[in-house]
């Protein structure tokens, strides 16, 4: 029988296995292996046993196949046959070699965090496996002698010498998240917060989640599945105070004995899951975000919506700086001093240089794209083909960077595979307003849980706080992703895709619908006092 380790690295949770198993393995006999260095440290968390030279019926989406696993020298090697009847090939048949190094600790592709460490005897292949992913935090509760009329207090318990912060998830009764509360744990194991902002007289339900100490926020694979037990929370009677208004978002702040700082509004919608996840807001670190107006061409273009999709607004205080030869804050890309570092492309938890086609959808001009990517090998999966000089990436790694992104939403896609070939209409024209932005977050300033902007290497710091609305429910509420606000351009001898733009009204009236979304929550401007307390600080959004 094949290992379910082996079955669920491979095979869970695909839609179709024909189609990903001929983008995913070598056809015939050349075998090839996916698999990145992975992370085998400290004790593993399952051991499973796959038996060699074993033919064995597998299913998957509905597919019949078999497999049967050898070990080959330094290599495991996995042999699937699809339309057969057995292990050996026959008219029609399909076969497929998938190999694995062996006595050397792998990261296999999409496995969320798992780390694999595969040997072979005369019989059978041992399957070692280490997971990022931390134990869940216990015993959430409520205090509800300490609730305020918009506050609540909570907690939860983890193992402090594994987790450094947890995540409190606010939703209605029966509804979905739409707050998210980070805070400390201490010596003792516990994490406690004070949420702010809820309305009064009424009841919540608090789940958690824990975060592998030491391990960047923004990596998914670091955070716990969400604790199996819920609070049910509810505020004291009376009215919240109101908040007074406080300026613009990016507003300069300064506090007795503190760096200058300055506050950003940003917003993701996350972007990658695997069927049946739970989709919850994540974090910054390592990730590009966006202002609304920047977001909502990238979202529009969307014309299917998996439920339950997330765009989170977020509250982020940058170190208040000057940087030189910053070509990204404009359009016209002239090199200019800036108070954000030239922006970098953020995938899969890799910030590079940027990308071809993300400075084409800031309307960058032709002849600086091809000076910086044409003629270069890819860098990444993505055909990265950029490079940016060492002193401005070095800035692009520490700092938060930003590049407009005018509308209507344009991307070149002929740029992904050939990073020479421009659409023939580019730079296409753009209105003056609004005039969004994407940004960067590298981990190398990402503040560490606790430390305040200013600190060491520290220049960008999350706020604890971050507020929710779902894809779903903004369609309901007029959100429009009709195929029919986009525009198309193909090469008609070849079929190949040439550029994509999205509707400017159709931008601009999602961009108002988010809004309302948002506006309905009452949230306070990023930079302002929450007034409530999470261990001995403030609580700024």
């Known amino acids: 029988m094949t290992s379910s380790l082996l079955l669920a690295l491979v095979l869970a949770g695909l839609p179709q296995a024909s189609a990903w198993l001929s983008a995913l393995l070598t056809r015939g006999e050349g075998p090839r292996s996916l698999a990145a260095p992975g992370r085998c440290e400290g004790k593993p968390v399952r051991v499973d046993r796959e038996v060699l030279e074993q033919c064995s019926e597998l299913e998957s989406s509905g597919q019949k196949l078999f497999s049967i696993t050898r070990c080959r020298g330094s290599q495991l090697q996995t042999v699937y046959f699809f339309n057969a009847r057995g292990c050996k090939e026959g008219p029609g048949t399909e076969k497929y070699v998938q190999s694995y190094d062996v006595d050397k600790c792998i990261q296999l592709a999409d496995s969320r965090g798992i780390s694999t460490r595969i040997s072979c005897n005369r019989t059978a292949a041992t399957f070692m496996s280490w997971s990022l992913e931390p134990a869940q935090p216990t015993n959430v509760s409520c205090d509800s002698a300490s609730a305020g009329a918009d506050t609540l207090q909570v907690s939860c318990h983890v193992d402090a010498s594994e987790i450094d912060e ?36 009424a009841q919540y339900r608090v789940f958690a989640r824990a975060h592998r100490r030491g391990e960047q926020e923004g990596n998914p694979d670091t955070w716990s599945k969400l604790s199996a037990q819920s609070a049910l929370c509810s505020t004291a009677g009376g009215g919240g105070q109101q908040r007074p208004p406080a300026g613009r978002p990016d507003a300069p702040a300064v506090r007795a004995g503190k760096p200058k700082t300055r506050w950003l509004e940003t917003y993701r919608m996350v972007n990658s899951y695997s069927p049946g996840d739970v989709l919850l807001p994540d974090f910054l670190d390592q990730h590009n975000g966006a202002d609304l107006p920047g977001l909502m061409g ?71 794209i091809l000076d910086f990517c044409a003629g270069n090998p890819p860098a990444d999966s993505l055909n990265n083909t950029c490079r940016c000089p060492g002193p401005s990436m070095n800035d692009s790694l520490r700092y938060v960077g930003r590049s407009p992104i005018p509308l209507p939403f344009f991307i070149a896609s002929s740029l992904m595979s050939h990073s020479d070939i421009f659409p023939p209409n580019y730079p296409p024209s753009f209105r003056p307003e609004p005039m969004g932005s994407f940004h960067s977050f590298p981990a190398g300033g990402h503040c560490p849980p606790g430390a305040s902007v200013g600190e060491g290497s520290c220049v960008w710091q999350l706020s604890p706080v971050a507020h929710t609305v779902y894809l779903d429910d903004l369609i309901k509420m007029g959100f429009n992703i009709s195929a029919s606000a986009m525009h198309i351009h193909m090469n008609e001898t070849t079929g190949e895709l040439i550029s994509m733009e999205v509707d400017y009204d159709t931008t601009v009236s999602n961009l108002n619908v988010t809004k309302r979304a948002f506006a309905a929550m009452r949230l306070p401007p990023c930079g302002e006092p929450a007034a409530v307390e999470t261990g001995d600080a403030i609580i700024v959004v």
Do not use: W
């Open 166 to 201: 947890v995540s409190f998830e606010v939703s209605s009764p029966s509804g979905r998240p739409f707050l998210t509360v980070t805070g400390l744990v201490a010596a003792s194991g516990e994490a406690k917060v004070s949420i702010p902002g809820l309305h009064s007289n």
């Open 298 to 368: 990238m979202v529009s273009m969307r014309t299917t919506v998996p439920e339950g999709l997330p765009l989170t607004r977020y509250c982020v205080e940058v170190l208040d700086v000057q940087l030189p030869d910053v070509i990204t804050a404009s359009v016209d890309g002239r090199s200019q001093t800036a108070p954000f570092a030239n922006f970098v492309s953020c995938n899969q938890g890799e910030c590079r240089c940027m990308h071809q086609v993300d400075r084409a959808i800031a309307h960058l001009p032709a002849r600086q």
